[in-house]
């Protein structure tokens, strides 16, 4: 008999970490409370966030659109970020990060998005952005584009999925209602 078979497989609730599944089980629930609607901006998590996100029962009510944007030519031609910003600040950047949230905000009808661009690893870190190292932004519809709200976290090198995992458990806290990237 195949797994597909199989009456009550392992992965029948969630192939995701549960730690991932709880928080954004949290996100859902919240923002449904709040009556806010979600839009996720995605590159080195490469959909994590929305996957998680849509793990939960009734998520429809809560994410409108979520954007995996791993290429520069994918973040410039889905989420309108200038190729200017991308050669300026790099693809790792606080510009870059901002320019990906504001982006999808207006490619949909979202309350709120959050953006998470970074170097998971193994490869493609530098002295300046090393492996492990994420930017996130957070934007909300009516909000002042002016000010700019976004942050570069270094996670270090936890591997690939662990980088993947903390950039992913990062972004979800932030679609909390009243999450901030303020330090604390």
């Known amino acids: 008999m195949s797994d597909v078979d199989d009456k009550s497989p392992d992965w029948a609730e969630t192939i995701l970490p549960t730690r991932l599944v709880d928080v954004a089980r949290r996100v859902v629930e919240a923002n449904r409370a709040a009556g806010r609607r979600i839009t ?7 959909g994590l966030v929305s996957a998680a996100i849509t793990e939960i029962a009734g998520s429809s009510e809560v994410l409108q659109s979520g954007f995996t944007t791993y290429s520069n030519a994918a973040k410039t031609a889905t989420l309108k970020v200038s190729p200017d910003i991308i050669d300026t600040f790099g693809a790792v950047s606080v510009a870059v990060a901002w320019a990906m949230a504001q982006g999808a905000l207006e490619a949909s009808d979202a309350d709120v998005a959050v953006a998470i661009t970074g170097v998971a690893g193994p490869g493609g870190g530098t002295p300046k952005k090393p492996v492990g190292t994420v ?27 662990g980088v993947r995992l903390q950039a992913a458990l990062c ?12 330090p604390e």
């Open 40 to 46: 996720v901006a995605e590159s080195c998590t490469g």
């Open 135 to 161: 930017v996130f932004a957070l934007a909300e519809r009516g909000g002042d584009p002016a000010h700019v709200v976004a942050d570069l976290r270094q996670f270090g090198d936890l591997g690939r999925g």
């Open 171 to 182: 972004a979800l806290e932030l679609l909390l209602p009243g999450a901030s990237l303020d």
